[in-house]
């Protein structure tokens, strides 16, 4: 047997299968904690499936500077809950998704690790050592709302491996693409391209654990140890990845042909699609790396003067849960009302706060790259006009003001008539529109060339008395054209 403690490594390799046993454990217990769960009737669900897609959704949505949504994981695995159970309705279907969600955060604990306990002994004495580890961890987003992202154990739970060198499974992975396509297999170069993908998530991710560490702390970074030689190392990793997956893609249009399966232009078409993907991230894991150097000198300049922190941690249970219950409830209110306000952040309310409003309006533009092309133009709908009275009230309406003659009629007797003319017909409103073609007479009298009449509403000083309207109350007149009183009525304005 190979001798376990020669150099002392672990040899026989154990400790990495021992975690990835571990990593695997926590969506495997979701298959046994289903019984648990007889009361919701959920049985008929595949739990480890549906952990499986979620993280599958976060890998694939989250990129180098934010997650995943919450509702979009939460609609990818309802969706394949929906397949396993059709016969249940979208709200269970929700449900088990947030369920699943929310376990593989492992929420309800301190910390949300997930902890195995594995033993090695590299110099002859074996020794107890707790592997920690997350799934998916939840991190602010550009909004403040909270995000998801997938860890590398999560990664390596897809992809089945624990504890190795991204960047070296990531060549492997490329090189198996390559050879795939080459012999025309497209169905498993297509199984191929998707772990590819992966791995080039997994890679991001790693860079951006390692860059996070100095904006955390720059005092616990070596710019030459730490971030400089990886920088350089990542910069040609990077390099030699995309030089690799675009000599891949330009194979693959011209390999179309010796394929040896029913090889259609659709499977072609989704391996250039991922292909591209790979591109695309790597190309912004590049441009993040690039800017390395500009964000240590920033974290270096604002962290100078800043002096450490000192934390004092309070025991919940003991120190204030335990005391707190031995008091009595009008001694421990006002002791729980200060440890909520204190230990409450405040909220800014939701009104424009002036200075943010003054900042904003200052801002330079933002120079535009002139690319049109990423511009999304709208797409408008036909929208149906809905006018907001009838064709029967307007013939109401001028009905009613056909009672107006030469010794004229009150707006307020007008508004009595609409009022009993709506309770008679159930028409509501009408006493709006009357209140608002009397008002437009007020200011353009209406001239009948059939009759050589003009209809108008003057004001002579009267006040409004009613229950829903103020102001004043017009007097509605109609005489000849010629001797219209409304030519000299007084340019006092009257308000409806």
């Not at 021992?18 to 969506?27: H, N, S, T």
């Not at 849960?321 to 002791?335: F, G, N, S």
Request: proline share 5%; with cysteine; hydrophobic share 40%.
């Amino acid at each position: 047997m190979t001798d376990a403690r020669v150099g002392g490594r672990d040899t026989l390799g154990l400790a990495p299968r021992v975690k990835a046993l571990a990593v695997a454990d926590p969506v495997l217990d979701l298959e046994r904690r289903k019984p648990l769960l007889t009361m919701r009737g959920w049985a008929g669900y595949q739990m480890e499936e549906l952990a499986l897609t979620a993280i599958d959704t976060v890998t694939l949505k989250m990129d180098f500077e934010d997650g995943a949504r919450h509702e979009d994981v939460v609609e990818a695995v309802a969706r394949v809950a929906g397949l396993q159970m059709p016969d249940r309705n979208n709200e269970e279907h929700a449900e088990v998704a947030r369920w699943i969600l929310d376990s593989l955060l492992n929420v309800g604990t301190v910390d949300r690790d997930f902890s195995h306990v594995y033993g090695m002994a590299p110099e002859g004495a074996y020794a107890s050592h707790r592997f920690s580890f997350k799934l998916l961890r939840e991190v602010a987003g550009h909004d403040g709302r909270p995000r998801l992202r997938v860890s590398n154990e999560a990664i390596a739970v897809l992809v089945g491996a624990v504890d190795i060198d991204i960047a070296s499974e990531q060549v492997a992975a490329d090189a198996k693409l390559e050879a795939l396509i080459r012999r025309g297999r497209l169905t498993d170069a297509y199984r191929a391209a998707e772990l590819a993908l992966r791995r080039t998530v997994q890679y991001a991710e790693y860079i951006r654990t390692r860059l996070e560490g100095m904006r955390r702390d720059i005092r616990s970074v070596d710019w030459i140890r730490d971030v400089q030689g990886m920088q350089t190392e990542a910069l040609e990793h990077i390099e030699d990845r995309i030089n690799a997956e675009s000599t891949i893609k330009d194979n693959l249009v011209r390999m179309m042909e010796n394929s040896t399966e029913d090889a259609t232009p659709a499977q072609a078409a989704e391996l250039i699609e991922i292909l591209e993907e790979c591109l695309r991230r790597h190309a912004a894991l590049q441009a993040n790396l690039q800017e390395a150097g500009e964000r240590f000198r920033a974290e270096q300049e604002r962290q100078t003067f800043v002096p450490p922190p000192s934390r004092s941690y309070v025991d919940f249970k003991h120190q204030l849960l335990q005391p707190t219950l031995e008091l009595p409830v009008r001694q421990a209110y006002p002791l729980l009302d200060g440890f909520v306000a204190a230990a409450t952040p405040p909220r800014r309310p939701a009104i424009v706060y002036l200075p943010d409003l003054i900042a904003g309006l200052m801002t330079l533009p933002a120079e535009r790259d002139g690319d049109d092309g990423l511009i999304v133009e709208p797409e408008f709908g036909d929208a149906e006009d809905v006018s907001a009275f009838s064709d029967e009230q307007y013939t109401a309406v001028t009905s009613l003001l056909t009672r107006a003659d030469a010794d004229g009629i009150r707006l307020s007797a007008l508004l009595k008539l609409a009022r009993r003319h709506t309770a008679n017909d159930g028409r509501g409103k009408l006493d709006h529109l009357l209140a608002l073609q009397v008002l437009g007479l007020f200011g353009a009298p209406r001239y009948d060339p059939e009759h050589g009449t003009t209809l108008a509403a003057l004001e002579d000083g009267n006040e409004l008395d009613d229950e829903l309207f103020a102001g004043n109350d017009l007097l509605v007149l109609r005489g000849p054209a010629a001797v219209n009183p409304s030519i000299e009525k007084d340019t006092k304005e009257a308000v409806v």
